[in-house]
């Protein structure tokens, strides 16, 4: 018998909950918003428990990182979007379970270095890179698409910029 919990009963009740399940419905990378939570989750589980890190509390954050719908954003879209789009997944979470310090935190740093908010724990850090790592794995299953392939690399490039413009203002905060 492990000592760890298994993925689903960590994270039944939030697949089993009504306003979640509308990411189900939801494109994301060129799949859906409920398949990328998925590939997160699982992925955030597994570095999760091989580093002995808080792997309840970073599996359900990774679970929750991308909660909203594209009726949540009535004008922010493009590089917008993924500057208030953690904001939104965590009230949205909020608003349905019981989230932790290491969860808000973690849901609502996932973009970084896009976003301001900074990764306070391990389990935070974890999700930033594994969703990074899950998005570029999204994007690249749809390379011979020109216009994914020209999103991809201004994503990159604003993602580099925006990376050294907070590192450039981060000490005058």
Known sequence: MSKYRSFDSITKDILAN????????ESHHGITRMEHSLRVAHGVYDMAIKHNLDYVSATRAALVHDFFTNAEFITNHGLIKGVVHPDIALANAKGEFEINEIEANAIEAHMFPLSVVTPKSKEAWTLTFVDKKVAIYEYSMNKFNPKRLT???????????????????????
């Open 18 to 25: 009504e306003k979640f399940q509308a990411i189900t419905n």
């Open 151 to 173: 999103h991809k690399v201004s994503y990159g490039l604003s993602m580099a910029l925006v990376f050294a413009f907070n590192l450039i203002t981060m000490g005058r905060r």
